[in-house]
T-cell receptor, first 116, second 110 residues
Framework: GAGVSQSPRYKVAKRGQDVALRCDPISGHVSLFWYQQALGQGPEFLTY????????KSGLPSDRFFAERPEGSVSTLKIQRTQQEDSAVYLC??????????????FGEGSWLTVV | RKEVEQDPGPFNVPEGATVAFNCTYSNSASQSFFWYRQDCRKEPKLLMS???SGNEDGRFTAQLNRASQYISLLIRDSKLSDSATYLC???????????FGTGTQLKVEL
């Protein structure tokens, strides 16, 4: 498709389970971002890739969170030993620019994670 | 204190009303500002950019006051289809990331 594609759209995980969320950015887009959106809140930055290089991971909340983009296209966000506070929508976004300028970034529909 | 602050609402207005949303930001290094719209259970989508000179797009007008670190969005002649959450967003080039407010919920009613 033409947009940012994320899978799974919905995931229910038992506390302590590991999860992996996938993002397919728009073809040719250089920059890829992950954001976390808790219920009733705005999205919060997690991490940023330029091609395969992870240039900023300052928003990852703990060392249980890990992201990769090994070939500079598809990205995976992995959460180990999930906790209830990890329940949120995980939004992936991409931009053809080397920067995530607000008017050139496109979001996927998100992966809805519920930890029970 | 959050870097970008908005009144969460909800704002319940009748169709045809004019409604204004305000937003303040605390990081003076923020370079650019935007309003995004987010429908229920959907992704955020760019509504418009915000310039110091003001920016108008049809029924929507956005304004930036850098001295006061204040951003506004005005919606005239509200439509039912305007019902959504409006997110105020600041872009900081050095960090290359967008900082979102919590969003202001708008409900336009018959």
């Amino acid at each position: 498709g033409a947009g940012v594609s994320q899978s799974p759209r919905y995931k229910v995980a038992k506390r302590g389970q590991d999860v992996a969320l996938r993002c397919d950015p728009i073809s040719g887009h250089v920059s890829l971002f992950w954001y976390q959106q808790a219920l009733g809140q705005g999205p919060e930055f997690l991490t940023y890739f330029q091609n395969e290089a992870q240039l900023d991971k300052s928003g990852l909340p703990s060392d249980r969170f890990f992201a990769e983009r090994p070939e500079g296209s598809v990205s995976t966000l992995k959460i180990q030993r999930t906790q209830q506070e990890d329940s949120a929508v995980y939004l992936c976004a991409s931009s053809k620019e080397g920067r995530g300028f607000g008017n050139t970034i496109y979001f996927g529909e998100g992966s809805w994670l519920t930890v029970v | 204190r959050k870097e970008v602050e908005q009144d969460p609402g909800p704002f319940n207005v009748p169709e045809g009303a004019t409604v204004a949303f305000n937003c303040t930001y605390s990081n003076s290094a923020s370079q650019s500002f935007f309003w995004y719209r987010q429908d229920c259970r959907k992704e955020p989508k760019l509504l418009m950019s915000v310039y110091s000179s003001g920016n108008e797009d049809g029924r929507f007008t956005a304004q930036l006051n850098r001295a006061s670190q204040y951003i506004s969005l005005l919606i005239r002649d509200s439509k039912l289809s305007d019902s959504a959450t409006y997110l105020c967003v600041a872009y900081t080039g050095g960090g290359n990331k967008l900082t979102f407010g919590t969003g202001t919920q708008l409900k336009v009613e018959l």
